[in-house]
Nanobody, 126 residues
Framework: QVQLVESGGGLVQTGGSLRLSCAAS????????MGWFRQTPGKEREFVAA????????NYADPVKGRFTISRGNAKNTVYLQMNSLKPEDTAVYYC???????????????????WGQGTQVTVSS
């Protein structure tokens, strides 16, 4: 069983930055894919970014390209989401996800992932 714990959310003004962290436990990440998703009330969970744990390849949703960066931490089993130039439309609950059986081509789709964190709120004020 894998446990994912997100942190780093909060309230920030438009144009500001936040860094989200996702700490994983219960399994050593020598392979697999980790992703970040976000969700607002009444809407489906939306893909934000993903990283291939072994190869280090990354994938971003168009609305966040050039502003967000997903990375692996030096500490084992930690993934970050650096969010710059934040906009009010980035306001959402952000979730970390881990999958060990999905193809990279499916990394944008929530059902592809096996484990999810509890989420962290990000609010961007205008």
């Amino acid at each position: 069983q894998v446990q994912l714990v997100e942190s780093g959310g909060g309230l920030v003004q438009t144009g500001g930055s936040l860094r989200l962290s996702c700490a994983a436990s219960g399994r050593t990440f020598s392979s697999g894919i980790m992703g970040w998703f976000r969700q607002t009330p009444g809407k489906e969970r939306e893909f934000v970014a993903a990283i291939n744990w072994t190869a280090g390849g990354t994938n971003y949703a168009d609305p966040v390209k050039g502003r967000f960066t997903i990375s692996r931490g030096n500490a084992k089993n930690t993934v970050y989401l650096q969010m710059n130039s934040l906009k009010p439309e980035d306001t959402a609950v952000y979730y970390c996800a881990a999958g060990f059986r999905l193809l990279w081509s499916n990394s944008r789709y929530p059902p592809s992932y096996d484990y999810w964190g509890q989420g962290t709120q990000v609010t961007v004020s205008s």
